[in-house]
C-alpha cells in the first residue's frame, strides 16, 4: 500500500472499520463477564464481605489499564496498532479459565491484572486503528461507532452472565462465554486486522496542527482543552467504577435477585452503548464542550438519586439515564483529544488521557469501597455524584468552546 492509493475515510475503508468495530465489541464483552454477578462471586465462592475488598479486583483492573493504555500510546508507532492488538489477545486467553478455577481471592485479583492488560491494549489499538482510517471529517463518527460497540456488548454479556448466574450457579458456566470471546477475538485479528500506519503518515502529510512540546504533560495539565477532558474522563471512570462495584451490593441489600441485578447493570452500559451511535456524530456537529458539560451534570445528579429509591422501575430509569450522560461525553472525549493533537501525537495523547481516565477505576474503588465501609453505601454513592457534578463544572468554567 503506497500513500498515493491511501484514501482517508469511513466509507473508504468500511470493511476494515466494520471488523474492528466487531472486535471491539469482544473487547467491551470481556468487561461484561464480571458486571453482574462478581459482588455475589466474591461472597458465595470466597467469603469476601468487606466492600473494599472485593472493590480489590476493580483496583487492579483500573490501575493495569491504565497503565496498559499509556504504554500501548507510546508503542503503538514504534510496535504498530495490530501487533499491540494481538498482544492484547494473547493475553486474554487465560482469563476465563483462572476465574473457573480459582482456589483463592488472589487468583481474581491475578485475572484481572490480566483483563487491565488486555483493555488497555486491545481498547487502545482499536481505538487508534479506526481514528486512523477515517481522518478529520467523522471522528466523532467513528468514536461513537466504536464506543457502542465495546459498551453494548458490555450490557448484553452482563445480562448474559447474570442470567446464566441465576440458572446454573455462579460458576464456571458464565466464563465460559469468555473463552468464546477471547478465542474469536484473536483469530480475527490474527488472519483480517492490517495494521494502519500508512493512514497516518498519509494524513500527517497534510496536518497543520502544531505539535506539542510535551505530550503527557500538555494532555494531563497544561493544556486548557486536553486536560479538562482528562479530568473529566478520570472522574467519569470513577463513578463508573462505583457503580460497577457498589450498584449490585445495594441491589443486594433491597433483595433482588441475580437476574433483575442484571437487568438494570445492564441497561446502563446497553444505554451507554446504543446512545452513542447518536452523540458520536453529534460531537462532529454540535459544541463538545456542551455535550460533555451535560454528560457529567446528568451523570451525576443520577448517581444522586440512586440511594433514595428501592423501586426497580425508578432504578431502571436512573441507569438509562447515566446511560445517557455518558454516552454524551464518551466519543466526544477521543473526538476532542484528536482534534486538540497532530496525527503523530495522536496515540500519545489518547494514551496518556486513557491513562488518567483508566486510574479513575482505581481511584473511584478506594474511595467509594472506603467510604462505604466506614459510613455506608448510600453515602459512598452521594460522594461521587457530588465529585461527578463538580467534574461537569470545570468543563464549564476552564474548557474552551469546540
Given at each position: 500500500m503506497t500513500q498515493e492509493t491511501i484514501q482517508l475515510g469511513l466509507k473508504e475503508n468500511w470493511r476494515q472499520f466494520v471488523l474492528l468495530v466487531i472486535i471491539n465489541a469482544f473487547v467491551g464483552g470481556m468487561i461484561g463477564l464480571e458486571r453482574t454477578i462478581f459482588p455475589e462471586f466474591a461472597a458465595t465462592e470466597f467469603g469476601v464481605a468487606s466492600k473494599t475488598a472485593i472493590l480489590s479486583f476493580i483496583i487492579a483492573f483500573g490501575i493495569t489499564k491504565a497503565v496498559s493504555n499509556y504504554f500501548a500510546g507510546?508503542?503503538?508507532?514504534?510496535?504498530?496498532?495490530?501487533?499491540?492488538?494481538?498482544?492484547?489477545?494473547?493475553?486474554?486467553?487465560?482469563?476465563?479459565?483462572?476465574?473457573?478455577?480459582?482456589?483463592?481471592?488472589?487468583?481474581?485479583?491475578?485475572?484481572?491484572?490480566?483483563?487491565?492488560?488486555?483493555?488497555?491494549?486491545?481498547?487502545?489499538?482499536?481505538?487508534?486503528?479506526?481514528?486512523?482510517?477515517?481522518?478529520?471529517?467523522?471522528?466523532?463518527?467513528?468514536?461513537?461507532?466504536?464506543?457502542?460497540?465495546?459498551?453494548?456488548?458490555?450490557?448484553?454479556?452482563?445480562?448474559?452472565?447474570?442470567?446464566?448466574?441465576?440458572?446454573?450457579?455462579?460458576?464456571?458456566?458464565?466464563?465460559?462465554?469468555?473463552?468464546?470471546?477471547?478465542?474469536?477475538?484473536?483469530?480475527?485479528?490474527?488472519?483480517?486486522?492490517?495494521?494502519?500506519?500508512?493512514?497516518?503518515?498519509?494524513?500527517?502529510?497534510?496536518?497543520?496542527?502544531?505539535?506539542?512540546?510535551?505530550?503527557?504533560?500538555?494532555?494531563?495539565?497544561?493544556?486548557?482543552?486536553?486536560?479538562?477532558?482528562?479530568?473529566?474522563?478520570?472522574?467519569?471512570?470513577?463513578?463508573?467504577?462505583?457503580?460497577?462495584?457498589?450498584?449490585?451490593?445495594?441491589?443486594?441489600?433491597?433483595?433482588?435477585?441475580?437476574?433483575?441485578?442484571?437487568?438494570?447493570?445492564?441497561?446502563?452500559?446497553?444505554?451507554?452503548?446504543?446512545?452513542?451511535?447518536?452523540?458520536?456524530?453529534?460531537?462532529?456537529?454540535?459544541?463538545?464542550?456542551?455535550?460533555?458539560?451535560?454528560?457529567?451534570?446528568?451523570?451525576?445528579i443520577a448517581i444522586l438519586v440512586i440511594p433514595f429509591t428501592s423501586s426497580f422501575f425508578f432504578l431502571a430509569s436512573l441507569s438509562a439515564i447515566l446511560g445517557a450522560g455518558t454516552a454524551l461525553v464518551y466519543p466526544t472525549f477521543l473526538s476532542t483529544i484528536a482534534q486538540a493533537t497532530s496525527p503523530n501525537q495522536r496515540a500519545e495523547s489518547i494514551g496518556t488521557f486513557r491513562l488518567w481516565r483508566d486510574l479513575g477505576y482505581a481511584i473511584g474503588a478506594v474511595i467509594s469501597g472506603v467510604t462505604a465501609d466506614l459510613f455506608g453505601v448510600t453515602y459512598a454513592i452521594i460522594l461521587i455524584g457530588i465529585l461527578t457534578i463538580l467534574s461537569s463544572v470545570i468543563i464549564k468554567l476552564r474548557m474552551p468552546r469546540l
Open positions: 507510546k508503542l503503538a508507532n514504534r510496535m504498530g496498532r495490530k501487533n499491540l492488538l494481538l498482544a492484547g489477545w494473547i493475553i486474554a486467553l487465560p482469563i476465563p479459565f483462572i476465574l473457573m478455577n480459582a482456589s483463592n481471592w488472589n487468583w481474581v485479583i491475578f485475572a484481572n491484572l490480566l483483563l487491565g492488560i488486555n483493555q488497555g491494549l486491545a481498547w487502545s489499538s482499536t481505538v487508534v486503528m479506526k481514528i486512523d482510517l477515517v481522518g478529520e471529517k467523522n471522528r466523532g463518527l467513528a468514536m461513537g461507532l466504536n464506543e457502542f460497540s465495546g459498551y453494548f456488548a458490555v450490557g448484553v454479556v452482563a445480562f448474559l452472565s447474570g442470567f446464566i448466574a441465576d440458572r446454573y450457579g455462579i460458576t464456571p458456566y458464565p466464563f465460559y462465554l469468555g473463552i468464546v470471546i477471547s478465542v474469536l477475538g484473536l483469530i480475527m485479528t490474527l488472519f483480517w486486522i492490517k495494521d494502519t500506519k500508512h493512514f497516518v503518515h498519509k494524513e500527517n502529510a497534510s496536518s497543520t496542527k502544531g505539535e506539542l512540546d510535551n505530550v503527557f504533560a500538555e494532555t494531563t495539565f497544561r493544556d486548557k482543552t486536553l486536560s479538562s477532558v482528562t479530568q473529566a474522563g478520570l472522574v467519569n471512570n470513577l463513578n463508573d467504577g462505583m457503580i460497577w462495584g457498589l450498584l449490585p451490593i445495594l441491589l443486594l441489600s433491597f433483595n433482588y435477585s441475580t437476574e433483575n441485578i442484571g437487568i438494570i447493570a445492564a441497561i446502563y452500559p446497553t444505554v451507554w452503548g446504543l446512545g452513542q451511535l447518536f452523540t458520536g456524530r453529534m460531537s462532529d456537529i454540535y459544541s463538545k464542550k456542551a455535550m460533555l458539560f451535560w454528560g457529567m451534570l446528568l451523570q451525576g
